[in-house]
């Protein structure tokens, strides 16, 4: 499968705990996204790269979350002291620069208790 | 701001008939506004996209018509089949990020 993959693909955590995702974008693709969804709602942005270069963030991202992308290919997204609010499904996707179209993976589905 | 509305929420029809969902954004710079399928547990599949440039995109029983004037888009799907039913979301492009629609939970009765 060459498409955009994420690990893992749930995770299940207690309140206060750290968590951290990976993503895996379509081999070549310089620019990655992330985005959270939850139920019955679109994805929110919550940043983006170009290359390993962090270009831009949502006000949705507190100081809790931190992503990375060190070499300018797969990234992490962390989450620290996690909130039951936080709970939702985190979206990745990536694309060409210069590109509009993104390419979702599955998502890494968290539950907070 | 960047915003995204999508109606209806919920959409029913019979197998074989037409689906329409309409979106309306509020930056009249966005120029790019892709349409997603999401079924349960999966993804977000691209189905088709449009750019400002042209009004109206086809591909199959699926369309796409974009009206910038009045900013808004619509994603009409034809003779529709039980494997269209999924929730559908409309996005339009800010800068390099996407803002979505609430989304459009399709049934379509056999």
């Known amino acids: 499968d060459t498409g955009v993959s994420q690990d893992p693909r749930h995770k299940i955590t207690k309140r206060g705990q750290n968590v951290t995702f990976r993503c895996d974008p379509i081999?070549?693709?310089?620019?990655l996204y992330w985005y959270r969804q939850t139920l019955g709602q679109g994805p929110e942005f919550l940043t983006y790269?170009?290359?390993?270069?962090?270009?831009?963030k949502s006000r949705l991202l507190s100081d809790r979350f931190s992503a990375e992308r060190p070499k300018g290919s797969f990234s992490t997204l962390e989450i620290q002291r996690t909130e039951q609010g936080d709970s939702a499904m985190y979206l990745c996707?990536?694309?060409?620069?210069?590109?509009?179209?993104?390419?979702f993976g599955p998502g890494t589905r968290l539950l907070v208790l | 701001g960047e915003n995204v509305e999508q109606h209806p929420s919920t959409l029913s029809v019979q197998e074989g008939d037409s689906a329409v969902i309409k979106c309306t954004y509020s930056?009249?710079?966005?120029?790019?506004f892709p349409w997603y399928k999401q079924e349960l547990g999966k993804r977000p599949q691209l189905i088709i996209d449009?750019?400002?440039?042209?009004g109206e995109k086809k591909d199959q029983r699926i369309a796409v018509t974009l009206n910038k004037t009045a900013k808004h888009f619509s994603l009409h799907i034809t003779e529709t089949q039980p494997e269209d039913s999924a929730v559908y979301f409309c996005?339009?492009?800010?800068?390099?990020?996407?803002?979505f629609g609430a989304g459009t939970i399709l049934r379509v009765k056999s």
């Open positions: 790269f170009q290359n390993e270069a962090q270009l831009e």
């Open positions: 996005a339009a492009c800010y800068g390099n990020k996407l803002v």
């Open positions: 449009i750019r400002s440039n042209v």
């Open positions: 081999s070549e693709h310089n620019r």
């Open positions: 996707a990536s694309s060409f620069a210069g590109k509009e179209t993104q390419y």
């Open positions: 930056d009249s710079a966005s120029n790019y």
